[in-house]
DNA sequence: CCAAAAGTGTTTGATTTACACCCATGG
DNA sequence: CCATGGGTGTAAATCAAACACTTTTGG
């Protein structure tokens, strides 16, 4: 089999090897007190009706950021505004695609529960899945897309430690509480309410009120917030 | 100018647009009390004449952590052994390189304070400058290089911060007082000696003590150190 | 009124900081 | 014996965990 047919020929005579350029998502969101990330059925070879990553192929005068955000706009109808979207790595073993040299390059996107991926548009064939059975059965994903799926799931684990990232996984206003829910589901721990509300209030520039209450959640009425400026915590939420 | 020939052909008949891939690597030292950065001179267009961080294309059959050890030790001399080698981020601005269109995955590398480039090798052309100067005037240097750079110097001292990765600027065996030089030198803050010192002997696996001493800093004997198991520092050096 | 969740105050123990002090060497 | 840096002890200040307690809603 025919791995490529030539060299790239440039205007300074050089030769160099072609490659193409992918770039893959590692897509989470918190649903149902658990962290979950999109995948989509493949329906060609190879690795046809395996799992795998949502991606495709960086376009000639496209930049890497415009790929991902292309890609996570056709396959999840999320727009780049709600929610968080970072490189995570680059993948280029030589034989991770069997059909040519493919180089990858992994976004991390964390968004909001959404109600449901838009039908009628590529999203179709992409759902959200618990994290847990995905990572214990990583070797049916498709091409190396068990490794980045893990390496993305560490990366975010590790950023909300420290950092204001857990508010991506809310909608543009929430609770102190629902704030919380999502550290609980990322770590699986629970953590103490009282003194959870009060490191994050006091954290100066890391919430804003809005000044307006709900109590959708049952009881007393809580405090609506918006992600704040700052975007470090230190010390982090958890400590080792 | 053409900017390339042509379309990559492949078995399925599909056809994608042609990438010549890149390592370009940050490579950071300690020396004379300041943290330094490989840089090269170009000696062809574009940006003849001016400073770039060493790298290459990636070979067909090889992947990317090899194209980059391969690369470092032709420049430097530097094997992967001694020091720390990890992905830092991916660029691919389509304009990126005026030549064609370029990936490159670039490398971030730590090492100990070495004798010098190895001359007789490409790493004759190659020398360790101080970062302050380099930042500065980040937009002389050849394509988006003054951003890796920029990017690899943050990205070092994140890290240094809680993690055991500053023993990589060390030598094999070394004191907690050259341990200490190296993030002063990174922050140009100054630590407490004694109270560095007590942290970083009583975090469990972190420092080895070899049995040996030195009294190479003056004074009273030193323990000589090798890096621990341990490799997170929890809670970390600095705190903000 | 009761249950449920939000939010505050206070106690206790751990961690950090600052700095006094002793130790072991070279000159 | 003195200067130099290595290393230990300790008290005060700061921070975090645990939990009793008050507040404000819905039913």
Same mark, same amino acid.
């Given at each position: 089999?025919?791995?490529?047919?030539?060299?790239?020929?440039?205007?300074?005579?050089?030769?160099?090897?072609?490659?193409?350029?992918?770039?893959?998502?590692?897509?989470?969101?918190?649903?149902?007190?658990?962290?979950?990330?999109?995948?989509?059925?493949?329906?060609?070879?190879?690795?046809?009706?395996? &799992? $795998? !990553?949502?991606?495709?192929?960086?376009? +000639?005068?496209?930049?890497?950021?415009? @790929? =991902?955000? /292309?890609? #996570?706009?056709?396959?999840?109808?999320?727009?780049?505004?709600?929610?968080?979207?970072?490189?995570?790595?680059?993948?280029?073993?030589?034989?991770?695609?069997?059909?040519?040299?493919?180089?990858?390059?992994?976004? &991390? $996107? !964390?968004?909001?529960?959404?109600?449901? +991926?838009?039908?009628?548009?590529?999203? @179709? =064939?992409? /759902?959200? #899945?618990?994290?847990?059975?995905?990572?214990?059965?990583?070797?049916?994903?498709?091409?190396?897309?068990?490794?980045?799926?893990?390496?993305?799931?560490?990366?975010?684990?590790?950023?909300?430690?420290?950092?204001? &990232? $857990?508010?991506?996984?809310?909608?543009?206003?929430?609770?102190?509480?629902?704030?919380? @829910?999502?550290?609980?589901?990322?770590?699986?721990?629970?953590?103490?309410?009282?003194?959870?509300?009060?490191?994050?209030?006091?954290?100066?520039?890391?919430?804003?009120?809005?000044?307006?209450?709900?109590?959708?959640?049952?009881?007393?009425?809580?405090?609506?917030?918006?992600?704040?400026?700052?975007?470090?915590?230190?010390?982090?939420?958890?400590?080792?």
């Amino acid at each position: 089999m025919t791995r490529y047919s030539g060299f790239v020929q440039v205007a300074d005579t050089a030769m160099h090897p072609p490659f193409a350029v992918t770039v893959d998502l590692v897509v989470l969101t918190v649903r149902d007190g658990c962290l979950q990330a999109l995948v989509v059925e493949r329906g060609a070879e190879p690795y046809s009706g395996r &799992l $795998a !990553l949502p991606g495709g192929f960086v376009r +000639p005068d496209e930049n890497l950021v415009s @790929a =991902a955000t /292309r890609e #996570l706009a056709e396959e999840t109808g999320i727009s780049r505004s709600a929610g968080h979207l970072e490189q995570l790595a680059t993948y280029g073993e030589p034989d991770r695609d069997p059909r040519m040299r493919v180089v990858s390059v992994a976004y &991390l $996107a !964390l968004a909001p529960d959404l109600p449901e +991926p838009v039908a009628g548009t590529d999203a @179709a =064939a992409s /759902r959200f #899945l618990p994290i847990e059975p995905l990572l214990r059965r990583r070797g049916q994903l498709a091409f190396d897309h068990g490794t980045i799926l893990a390496d993305g799931i560490e990366r975010a684990r590790s950023k909300l430690e420290y950092s204001a &990232l $857990a508010t991506a996984f809310c909608p543009k206003e929430f609770t102190v509480a629902e704030l919380r @829910a999502v550290y609980e589901a990322v770590w699986g721990d629970e953590l103490d309410p009282r003194n959870f509300h009060r490191k994050l209030t006091s954290t100066p520039g890391f919430l804003t009120a809005t000044g307006e209450t709900t109590t959708r959640g049952g009881g007393r009425p809580a405090q609506l917030y918006t992600r704040g400026t700052t975007t470090l915590l230190n010390p982090p939420i958890l400590r080792g």
